[in-house]
Structures are given as structure tokens and as C-alpha cells.
């Protein structure tokens, strides 16, 4: 891949080797889940419940991780919940950048009067509070990854718009914009196939580096009942559910949160690595 | 001045302002001039004398919402151009009305191929026949682009200056325009490139006799290709005249000191001379002649009001004071 190659040119950029195998771990649990995971995630075997893991006392290698209060396989659920993880931040970034960037685009391209209503309105979007919409919103259709992907697509634009308004505004000054003009071309047509373009770096590098809060989001709306609902395995119900266990049995909420904090992470790093490679000249630190 | 059919393009009292913070600023002031088919016709004078400003009020794409044309007639075929509206104007750029912008090396999208870019024209007037990237092709090579079938999928940072320059030519001349803007198009180029650019021009002209506004401040670049000169000097012209008669014969002071200011091979001078002082502020223009504080012949009433165009030949003209008679 081209991207490693720039390491010695951009000088201490260093591949984040950590990131890469923290990411490699859930990719491999998403993609491969139904092959590697040793049981059903939501197959219970009421004999061996709340079973510790294999290196304690009683643990036994038939469930490396030990199992919940139910005599589920903890790690099979692990491995599981990385899907619904995934579905949650990839859904919503989708949902909100897609929604973010073309009206940031429209904003900068635009200016005068529209770009002050959309940025308005932007102000006014970030002064809401989130939780409050998600609650309502799941109140209305009810608790599920769905509510969680639509409330977090509708709060999340405001963010990439800002970005892509700003970067919009340096680039339309540029010749290549004028050139465009100067051949015809329609304002929407220079929008998306010559300003876009250039402000993708930027939206893969904001993409990568906000999964990482959007899981720790999604496992906090989960937590409090607003997520996913049982029986779906997600990181974050699982600590929802093995709450009240937790004198007796910590292997119920600690392998869980391993899990959370390894892939957030794998992303953070991987995403801070990206911005440094992709986009020289934007340093946010 | 009156409507000629034979005239492509002409401009009528036309005024450029720009609303700023410090105030008003009249980049383009009252200026005519026309230009005739097949004609090319050199715009010269230095920097921020509104040259530019000039070529992108032709092609309405002023900077907005600062820059305005307030007043004046644009008449492009005969057409008023103020009085069109934008869609109106889209379809004319690029199309009847091209221009080649000044830096070749940063007017592209380096993120475009150049062969995307240059059949732009081509998409947006509905003008693709056959492949889009045989037209392409066509182009780079009627620009002298050598092996056009595989640049034509380079990136523009592939491409040299020269190049560059004479990939946006291609794009300029994609529909056969009417009327070519090239905005400084060899400023940006050494001096051998810029010659076979210029030639390029000149040779494109001669096939599709299109008109061409050459915006330069290089007195050498003119005297290749131009027929007939405008002299432009904070924001008005001042000195219009056929290319050889300005050479030969320069009415307006000002003109005669850029000519003497161009060394010429094989006349040794003590030192070059050069026009004394600055140009005026924009934001505080002098009431009578502009060049007066400059001007070498300056009398009491060039302080006093702006001269008159005075026709001293046919086709020649200058705003002097020295040649108004009482």
C-alpha cells in the first residue's frame, strides 16, 4: 500500500503498529464471527452459569472467558457484539457525514445568506441536547440500534459541515474553481466533481477518528437502556447486564470494556496516524 | 462609438467597482473599446491597473459580493451581456467566450485527470461526439502536446509548466470561441516556452479566426502577436492604438516611457530608463489625469480635470491632455 511507503518521507510519522493490531483483532471478530466464535452468543446453558474464567478456580477451557448469568459464552459474545458495534458507527457516520458534507459544501460554496443560515442552524443543532432527542425518539419508536443510528445521524452533522464549510471556502478561491467557471460549468457540477474531491482526505481522516467516540457512545446508550435491546449481543448491554454482578462476578463487565477500550483504540490511533500522513498541513494537536 | 458588425466584442463606459471596508475602489473606470473578428488585440499595462478586473467583467464572474460592474454596456455579438442572467452566461463561457487563466500550474484540479478536465467543455455544452476521450485526445494534440493518447490520463502535476499552459490553451479553444480572454498566459513560463506558446495561439487563431483579448504587461509578448494595443493605467485606458504606429509612434507619456523602459539588444544605454513614482492609490485617485503626478509633461490643467479621448489617426487615440486643442 502507497500510505506506508510515505513514512520515511514525512519523517517520524510512524505507522501506529499498535493501532493496526488492536483493528486487526475487531476485523477479524466482524468478519469472521460465525467461524471463530466457539459457541451460539445467545445460547445459555443454564448448568454453567456465571462460570469464571479458564485460569480461575473452577474456570474451565470450554469457556476461555467464563460465561454470564445466563451460561452464555462471554468471548462468543465479544466476538458477536463487534458486528452491531460496527453496523451502529459505520450507520451513523454515513448517515451524518453524508448529510454534513453536502451541506458544508453548499454553505461554503454558496456564502452570503446561506451559508449564515446553515451555520446558524448548525449553532443552534450543537446547543441541543442529544440524550434528551435520543430518549424522546426512543420513547417513540422504542429502543433499538436503529433509534440509535437515526438520533446520531440527526445530531451529528453539524460537526463535518463546519469542516467542509472551511476547507470550501479556501478552495473555491482557487484557480482550478475559476477555470471551471470560466468552461462552463454549473455551480452544483463544481460542488461535487472538483471540490469534493478535495475535501474527501479530510472526511475519511474526521470518519475514522469519530467511530472511536461513536462506540463508547453507543455502549453508554446501551448501558442506560436506550440501545440495543437483549437478546442482541452488543459491548454495551453486556455491561448493562452483568452491572449487578459485578461483586461476584467482574468477568461479566471487565471483558466487555476490553473489548470497548481496544477497538476505540485501534481507531483513535489509526485515525491520528491518517490525519498526520494524509493531511500534512492540518495539524490539529 | 458606434455598433460596428463587424466588431466581436465591445465594451462600452464600463465601470468595475469594488465595495470595501476603506471605501469604493474603481478597478475598471469608464473604459470602451472593441475588439473586431479575428483581431487580437493586446491589454496591456502593470500590475493592478485592472487589466484582469477587465477580462472577468467580459466574462461576468467578478468576484461576488464584493466586486460590482455598476455601469456600462458589454456588447458580445452584439448582445448586451449585462442583460443576461447567469444561466444565459453559462452557456456562453466555454463555449462562444474562453478564457485561459495566468497560472497554468494551479489552475487545474490536481485531483482530476487532465483528459476529465479538459473535455469539460465538451460535457457541459452538449458537444460530445464519438468519445469524449478521442476529442481529448484531438485537443492535447492540436496543442502540440506530445504522445496525447497516454497523457491524456496524466495528473496535471504530471504535466510541465509549458504543458500545463498548453493543456488550458486546449481547453480555452475546446468549442472554437468566438472570443479567447488569455489572462498572462505566458507569465508564468521561460521565455523560449512562452514563445512557442504564443506561436501556438497565433497559429490556432489563423485556423478558427477567433478574436483574442491578450492581457499582459510584457511589451514584447505584444509585439509577437497583437495587432492593435490598449494601454491601461489605473483602471482606464489610455493610449489605443495599432500595434505598429504604438511602437513606432506613442501619443500618451505614459506609453512612451514603457516603450523606453524595454531594453532593446545592441543599444547600449548609460541606464534603462524607467517611469519615475508609483501609481496612485486606488482608494485615492488624483481628480485630473492619473499619470499626472508621473508625467514628465505635466502642466497645470492635467492636475485639474481627466483629458478627453482625443482621436489623433484613424484607429489611434489617446487620453492627453497634450494633444486636446482649444
Known amino acids: ?285 | 462609438m458606434q455598433t460596428n458588425q463587424d466588431n466581436i466584442l465591445e465594451l462600452q463606459n464600463v465601470t468595475t467597482t469594488f465595495f470595501t471596508k476603506q471605501g469604493e475602489v474603481k478597478a475598471v473606470d469608464d473604459v470602451s473599446f472593441r475588439v473586431g473578428k479575428g483581431e487580437t488585440v493586446g491589454l496591456v499595462g502593470e500590475s493592478g491597473c485592472g487589466k484582469s478586473v477587465t477580462s472577468l467583467s467580459i466574462m461576468r464572474l467578478v468576484p461576488q459580493p464584493a466586486g460590482k460592474i455598476v455601469s456600462g454596456k458589454i456588447l458580445f455579438r452584439n448582445e448586451d451581456l449585462m442583460q443576461k442572467t447567469e444561466e444565459e452566461m453559462r452557456h456562453l463561457r466555454g463555449d462562444r467566450l474562453s478564457m485561459i487563466l495566468q497560472d497554468p500550474m494551479v489552475a487545474m484540479n490536481q485531483l482530476l485527470t487532465v483528459g476529465k478536465q479538459l473535455g469539460e467543455p465538451y460535457v457541459f455544452h452538449d458537444k460530445v461526439k464519438g468519445s469524449l476521450q478521442g476529442m481529448c485526445i484531438d485537443l492535447l494534440r492540436k496543442v502540440k502536446v506530445p504522445a496525447p493518447e497516454s497523457r491524456v490520463n496524466d495528473y496535471p502535476f504530471q504535466f510541465s509548466g509549458g504543458m500545463s499552459q498548453r493543456a488550458l490553451i486546449a481547453m480555452g479553444i475546446a468549442n472554437n470561441p468566438d472570443l479567447l480572454i488569455a489572462d498572462e498566459p505566458t507569465t508564468a513560463l521561460d521565455v523560449t516556452i512562452a514563445t512557442q506558446v504564443l506561436k501556438l495561439m497565433k497559429e490556432i487563431q489563423g485556423e478558427t479566426n477567433s478574436s483574442i483579448i491578450l492581457i499582459t504587461h510584457d511589451l514584447a509578448t505584444v509585439a509577437q502577436i497583437c495587432t492593435r494595443v490598449l494601454v491601461m493605467y489605473a483602471g482606464r485606458i489610455v493610449e489605443s492604438a495599432p500595434i505598429k504606429t504604438f511602437y513606432k509612434n506613442p501619443a500618451h507619456p505614459y506609453s512612451v516611457g514603457l516603450i523606453q523602459s524595454v531594453p532593446v539588444l545592441g543599444r547600449s544605454v548609460e541606464r534603462l530608463a524607467s517611469i519615475s513614482g508609483q501609481p496612485p492609490s486606488l482608494f485615492a485617485m488624483p481628480e485630473g489625469c492619473r499619470f499626472a503626478p508621473r508625467c514628465d509633461k505635466a502642466h497645470k490643467k492635467c492636475f485639474k480635470a481627466y483629458p478627453p479621448k482625443t482621436q489623433l489617426e484613424d484607429d489611434h487615440s489617446a487620453a492627453c491632455w497634450l494633444y486636446v486643442k482649444d
Open chain 1, 1 to 285: 500500500m502507497k500510505l506506508f511507503n510515505k513514512k520515511k518521507r514525512r519523517g517520524g510519522v510512524r505507522p501506529p503498529v499498535f493501532g493496526f493490531f488492536c483493528l486487526g483483532f475487531f476485523f477479524t471478530a466482524v468478519i469472521f464471527a460465525n467461524l471463530i466464535s466457539p459457541y451460539d452468543p445467545n445460547e445459555g446453558d443454564l448448568f454453567n452459569t456465571t462460570m469464571p474464567p479458564a485460569w480461575q478456580e473452577d474456570g474451565t477451557m470450554a469457556h476461555i472467558l467464563g460465561t454470564d448469568m445466563l451460561g452464555r459464552d462471554i468471548l462468543s459474545r465479544i466476538i458477536h457484539g463487534s458486528r452491531m458495534s460496527l453496523l451502529i458507527s459505520v450507520g451513523c457516520i454515513l448517515f451524518y457525514g453524508s448529510l454534513g458534507v453536502i451541506l458544508g459544501l453548499i454553505s461554503g460554496f454558496r456564502g452570503g445568506r446561506t451559508d449564515m443560515f446553515i451555520m446558524r442552524l448548525a449553532d443552534l443543532w450543537l446547543s441541543l441536547p442529544g440524550i434528551i432527542l435520543l430518549f424522546m425518539l426512543a420513547s417513540i419508536y422504542g429502543p433499538s440500534a436503529k433509534t440509535i443510528i437515526i438520533t446520531f445521524g440527526i445530531m451529528g452533522w453539524p460537526n463535518y459541515a463546519r469542516i467542509v464549510r472551511g476547507e470550501c471556502l479556501s478552495l473555491k478561491q482557487r484557480d482550478f474553481v475559476r477555470l471551471a467557471r470560466v468552461a462552463g460549468c454549473s455551480e452544483l457540477r463544481i460542488m461535487f466533481s472538483h471540490i469534493l474531491p478535495n475535501v474527501f482526505n479530510t472526511i475519511i481522516i474526521m470518519a475514522t477518528i469519530e467511530v472511536g467516540g461513536i462506540i463508547v457512545l453507543t455502549a453508554t446508550m446501551s448501558f442506560l437502556g436506550l440501545g440495543t435491546q437483549p437478546p442482541s449481543c452488543d459491548w454495551g448491554l453486556m455491561l448493562a447486564e452483568g452491572r449487578q454482578y459485578i461483586t461476584y462476578a467482574w468477568w461479566l463487565v471487565t471483558f466487555p470494556g476490553i473489548a470497548i477500550v481496544i477497538t476505540v483504540l485501534g481507531f483513535n490511533l489509526t485515525g491520528d496516524w491518517l490525519r498526520e500522513v494524509m493531511d500534512p498541513k492540518q495539524k490539529l494537536r
